[in-house]
């Protein structure tokens, strides 16, 4: 072999290299528009004139937002629609195969372009890799809907409200997510960091709007599939197995932790769970706590909502739907619950309800905290009340104030103890 040929490298080394160049590129390529940007800004308040806009394709970049595992993220223009807009710009940490980032945020849009949602981030574009006029490769990027606001993690930080006005946020979460699950997608990494309060801690909480709650940044992938990267603040991790798992680990169902492949919209509201308890509690669950038992005053329903969500896949609510359609037939609005506050004063206890012992605060056995409409003790299933209330039925063990049945639907006599 000839010394020209030994110097040549092999074809395996080459794509190495050229994808470690591509990778550095692409890391490149964000970091220079950021300089960019803030070159252009301190130019303009030094000399009093207006910045010239650094330009990828027609947006004009204004700021720099937050970076990720996955994409950069710029608030921008589009001249020609006239609007904000944010744009996600692919990068390509180190061990990441850019071909294969590539391909999943092309997925991505694929997948957000089908939701049209009030509650869920709209993409307006998708702009494959290219190489601009001066032969510089320009990497893939998503421009998409610019929420002026925080996210649900720093307002949640901001302005703690009562669970009332949380309520209606939670809610807004369920109904985005709810759309998703419809479209049979499965977002992958629901937690608060992904979810965006437009107005953020600058509103109060009975000012922020129906609309104003969004759901973002998905590891988006068919039900069923499994998926190698998460978008935005979340890594690729692997199972024990060596399987591939999106999303973020506190946050993530035990079949997700596993790598399960047979993933579906039941992961999701697993992290839902998490995310209702921590607006909640303002703290993630840890063991067998409800959220009772950490702040006081919640309403039962909250605890048997959280039991169906932060639990085993089978016993979880079949979607998002279900979810937003327990928190509407049971949770109070806030004017009937202040209306109620100034009502008549409580009715005087009859022949009959004197009779009957009152409910426990803590359980006689464990002594866990017992919420009012409980009938057994969520901690040890030790029976609290003489005579619980059941369905005629299915035998199931409705609230005190449920007119239906939440396991069948049949209607249901006058809450009453005997």
């Known amino acids: 072999m000839d010394t020209a040929q030994k110097d040549q490298p092999s074809a395996g080394a080459q794509r190495f290299s050229d994808a470690v160049r591509d990778r550095l590129h692409?890391?490149?390529?964000?970091?220079?528009?950021?300089?960019?940007?803030?070159?252009?800004?301190?130019?303009?308040?030094?000399?009093?004139?207006?910045?010239?806009?650094?330009?990828?394709?027609?947006?004009?970049?204004?700021?720099?937002?937050?970076?990720?595992?996955?994409?950069?993220?710029?608030?921008?223009?589009?001249?020609?629609?006239?609007?904000?807009?944010?744009?996600?710009?692919?990068?390509?940490p180190d061990g990441a195969d850019l071909r294969?980032?590539?391909?999943?945020?092309?997925?991505?849009?694929?997948?957000?372009?089908?939701?049209?949602?009030?509650?869920?981030?709209?993409v307006q574009n998708f702009v494959p890799a290219s190489v601009d006029e001066e032969g510089a490769e320009?990497?893939?990027?998503?421009?998409?809907?610019?929420?002026?606001?925080?996210?649900?993690?720093?307002?949640?930080?901001?302005?703690?409200?009562?669970?009332?006005g949380i309520v209606g946020k939670y809610a807004q979460v369920a109904a985005g997510l709810a759309h998703i699950h419809a479209n049979k997608l499965v977002h992958r990494d629901i937690k608060p960091a992904n979810i965006l309060i437009h107005?953020?801690?600058?509103?109060?909480?009975?000012?922020?709007?129906?609309?104003?709650?969004?759901?973002?940044?998905?590891?988006?992938?068919?039900?069923?599939e499994i998926t190698t990267q998460s978008i935005m603040q979340s890594g690729s991790l692997l199972s024990e197995e060596g399987k591939s798992i999106s999303g973020t680990l506190a946050y993530m169902s035990p079949e997700q932790r596993d790598g399960d492949s047979s993933l579906d919209g039941r992961s999701d509201l697993y992290s839902v769970g998490i995310v209702l308890f921590e607006m909640m509690c303002g703290e993630r669950p840890s063991g067998g706590d409800m959220p009772s038992h950490i702040r006081d005053g919640l309403p039962s329903w909250v605890d048997r909502v959280y039991s169906r969500l932060y639990t085993r896949r089978d016993r979880r609510f079949a979607n998002a739907a279900e979810v937003l359609q327990e928190i509407e037939s049971t949770s109070v609005p806030p004017h009937v619950a202040v209306a109620k506050a100034y009502a008549a004063p409580p009715p005087v206890a009859t022949r009959a309800d004197a009779n009957v012992p009152p409910i426990p605060t803590r359980c006689p056995k464990c002594e866990?905290?017992?919420?009012?409409?409980?009938?057994?003790?969520i901690?040890?299933?030790?029976?609290?009340?003489?005579?619980?209330?059941r369905c005629t039925n299915c035998h199931g063990y409705p609230a005190a104030d449920d007119r239906f049945c939440i396991f069948c639907g049949t209607p249901l006599p006058e809450a009453g103890r005997v």
């Open 368 to 377: 866990a905290r017992i919420g009012r409409d409980d009938n057994f003790c």
């Open 100 to 122: 294969e980032r590539r391909a999943r945020m092309e997925s991505e849009a694929q997948a957000m372009a089908q939701l049209r949602h009030a509650n869920v981030l709209r």
């Open 138 to 164: 320009v990497p893939s990027f998503l421009v998409m809907e610019f929420v002026e606001g925080t996210t649900l993690l720093e307002w949640q930080r901001e302005a703690p409200g009562e669970w009332r």
């Open 199 to 224: 107005g953020g801690g600058q509103k109060p909480v009975e000012s922020i709007n129906v609309e104003d709650v969004k759901v973002t940044d998905f590891g988006l992938g068919k039900a069923g």
């Open 26 to 92: 692409a890391n490149d390529f964000a970091e220079t528009l950021r300089v960019g940007i803030l070159e252009q800004n301190l130019r303009a308040r030094m000399l009093g004139m207006a910045a010239t806009p650094v330009r990828l394709d027609r947006w004009e970049l204004r700021a720099a937002i937050d970076q990720g595992a996955m994409g950069a993220v710029f608030r921008a223009f589009d001249p020609l629609l006239r609007c904000e807009v944010a744009i996600k710009l692919l990068i390509c």
């Open 379 to 389: 901690m040890c299933g030790e029976q609290v009340v003489r005579h619980p209330r």
